[in-house]
Structure formats: structure tokens, C-alpha cells
């Protein structure tokens, strides 16, 4: 790393549920802007507590998670300048297509007529056009993790965080939500942290770290031979 100060640090995170070892201990990270880093390792290593301390779902019992030089770790989801995508989706069936998209916004300020204006265009933007009236029960599996996109787009976020975003889908509908992916990056410029067991998503990462009880190794090659698809 150049000697800036990093778009995201996360320092000496720890996570523990109840009396047993820490789920995250101590985890320290920094990662600059426009960087794109993947995180693996075996079921309960700690990958998905880690990802969702940093984008606000869940709170740390110690350690920091700084953004351009500010403590943000006491601010919620909406307040905090991230997209989230989640691995089971996480929409609304009793809202439109549309309306899942733009919900994060109202939360963040954002009025009605804006709102929709940017659901429209993060939802043209993941190949559903025109899709925003439709129930989020008529769409497939890829379609929905395509809306999950959309919404973390909509929010004009300066860092994406995903969990296990191709982690539902079949291989041939993977590879566009990862298209998409880094489509959304390379337009956007926008810092990308994920967790993933998927060899050619993590592949394309600018790094990729190995967590183990919940620590993240020394890297050591070769990382990706460790990865497959569930």
C-alpha cells in the first residue's frame, strides 16, 4: 500500500456469541479505495460476521471499523456509505421490484421522486428494464439476486459489500451476476469486499485473504486452490 490513508481500515475487530471462542479476533485490515478483496476460508471461519461488521449488521465487541479516517463503527447500515448484498437475497415479497430497490434510500434522505428515478436506473443497469412494477415472486432466483444488486447500486455506495453473492445461483447465471459485479466496479470505481467460495470470482480479485478461527492468515500461495464452489 502507498502511504495515503486507507479508504477502509478495519482494526482489531472481535466478534463473540456467548462464552465460546471469538467468532472474529482481532481482525486487522486496511484496504484502498478502488481495491477489490476477497475473503475465504472454511464454514464459520469467521467470513460472514467479519463482512457484516463492516457494512453495520452486526455489532463488534471491540475494535473499529474506520472509513476515509472516520470511526463509523457505532452507525448504522443506512448511515454508513455501503451496499450490501446478501447471499439469500434479503427482499421484500410484499414490495414491487422497484420498491425493494429503492428502499434503502428513504432511509437515507432520499425523496419519492428520486427514489424511483434511481431504482429505474440501478435496475436498467443489472438487465431488468421496466422490471419495477413486478412482484418479487414472479422473478427467478438470478433475477432476485439481480434486484439484490440493484438496491446496493441505487444507494450510490462508495464500498459494496457482498456475501456469498453467487453462492444460490447455478454456474451459467453466477457468471453474469459476477459480469455484473465488476461491470459495476470498473463504471463506478467502487470498493469491493466480498466473501465467496467461488474460484473464478474470487480469481479476479486484487486480493484474496484466507480467514482460519477467525483470523485471517498470512497469505501464503496457493490461495486459490483452497476455493470451490459449494
Do not use: W
Amino acid at each position: 500500500m502507498s502511504g495515503a490513508t486507507p479508504h477502509l481500515v478495519l482494526d482489531r475487530l472481535t466478534r463473540r456469541f456467548g462464552d465460546a471462542r471469538a467468532a472474529v479476533d482481532a481482525v486487522s485490515l486496511e484496504i484502498a479505495a478502488g481495491e477489490l478483496v476477497a475473503l475465504i476460508g472454511a464454514s464459520g471461519s469467521g467470513k460472514t460476521t467479519t463482512l457484516r461488521m463492516v457494512a453495520g449488521y452486526e455489532a463488534p465487541d471491540a475494535g473499529a471499523v474506520v472509513l476515509d479516517g472516520r470511526d463509523i463503527t457505532s452507525l448504522p447500515p443506512q448511515r454508513r456509505q455501503f451496499g450490501m448484498v446478501f447471499q439469500h437475497y434479503a427482499l421484500f415479497p410484499h414490495l414491487t421490484v422497484g420498491q425493494n430497490v429503492a428502499f434503502g434510500l428513504e432511509a437515507r434522505g432520499v425523496t419519492r421522486s428520486e427514489r424511483m428515478s434511481r431504482a429505474a436506473e440501478a435496475l436498467a443497469g443489472v438487465g431488468l428494464a421496466g422490471a419495477a412494477a413486478r412482484p418479487i415472486q414472479s422473478l427467478s432466483g438470478g433475477e432476485q439476486q439481480r434486484v439484490a444488486l440493484a438496491r446496493a447500486l441505487a444507494a450510490d455506495p462508495a464500498i459494496i459489500v457482498a456475501d456469498e453473492p453467487t453462492g444460490n445461483l447455478d454456474e451459467a447465471t453466477g457468471h453474469e451476476i459476477i459480469e455484473l459485479l465488476f461491470r459495476g466496479h470498473r463504471e463506478r470505481g467502487t470498493t469491493l469486499v466480498l466473501v465467496t467460495h467461488d474460484s473464478e470470482l474470487a480469481a479476479r480479485c486484487d486480493r484474496v485473504l484466507r480467514m482460519h478461527s477467525g483470523r485471517i492468515e498470512e497469505p501464503r500461495a496457493p490461495v486459490l486452490s483452497a476455493i470451490q464452489r459449494p
